[in-house]
Every structure is written in structure tokens, then in C-alpha cells.
């Protein structure tokens, strides 16, 4: 058996001084931090992409909508899981296909595009 967790009193204080200060140093988000929902003309131009990962067991569909013009700007969406990795795969070709505005997959996102220096 694990001994009990203890804190010593100055740690304590020096938390509950922290958490007593929040209010200070946080603040409130503005309208233009909630621009990408209400300015979603953008979404029109997006290349859809289907992520497929293993998370508790299940495979994960989660659709990833990436501005062609700024990769950068995207937004990722869960769709849905499934225990079998082939049907979690045709599920999430069907869903990418129903939620592109192009169906044929010409909008497309290379990482070229994403403007990155590694020096």
C-alpha cells in the first residue's frame, strides 16, 4: 500500500496563494478569439483528411478540415470508432468523401505549404 500524499504547510500556502491570485492574471477571451466559428467562409475551401488511430481499444475516425490556403487553419472533428480496423477505415473513406465539398479529392494540403523553418 502507498503512504498517504503529504504537503508540507509553506507548499500549501504558497498553492492556495496561486489559486487565491488566478483572477489576476487570467482573463476573459474577445470576440475576435471566436472569429474562426463565426467566420466560417473559409470552411468552404478546406481539404477534408481522415485520421485513423487505435485510442482504448477501438479505432477512431476523425475528420480533419485544412484551409488550402493556410494549412495552419484547421479544425479536427471525431466522427465515430469501430473495433474492427477495416470498417473503421471504409467509414471514414465514406465520411471524408460526404463532407468534401470536392468529392474527387482535388483539394489537397502538401507540407510545403505550411511555411515552417527548422534552423
Known amino acids: 500500500m502507498s503512504p498517504a500524499f503529504t504537503m508540507d504547510k509553506a507548499a500549501y500556502a504558497n498553492m492556495l496563494a496561486g489559486l487565491n491570485s488566478l483572477h489576476f492574471t487570467e482573463r476573459k477571451g474577445n470576440l475576435t478569439d471566436f472569429r474562426l466559428y463565426y467566420d466560417d467562409l473559409w470552411l468552404s475551401d478546406t481539404a477534408v483528411i481522415e485520421n485513423l488511430h487505435l485510442y482504448r481499444g477501438e479505432w477512431e475516425v476523425e475528420l480533419i478540415f ?19 480496423p477495416k470498417r473503421a477505415a471504409q467509414q471514414a473513406y465514406y465520411m471524408r468523401r460526404l463532407a468534401a465539398k470536392d468529392q474527387r479529392g482535388t483539394l489537397t494540403v502538401s507540407a510545403d505549404q505550411l511555411n515552417t523553418c527548422l534552423n
Not at 66 to 83: E, G, M, Q
Open 66 to 84: 485544412a484551409y488550402t490556403v493556410n494549412p495552419l487553419k484547421f479544425i479536427k472533428r471525431r466522427i465515430t470508432s469501430h473495433s474492427c
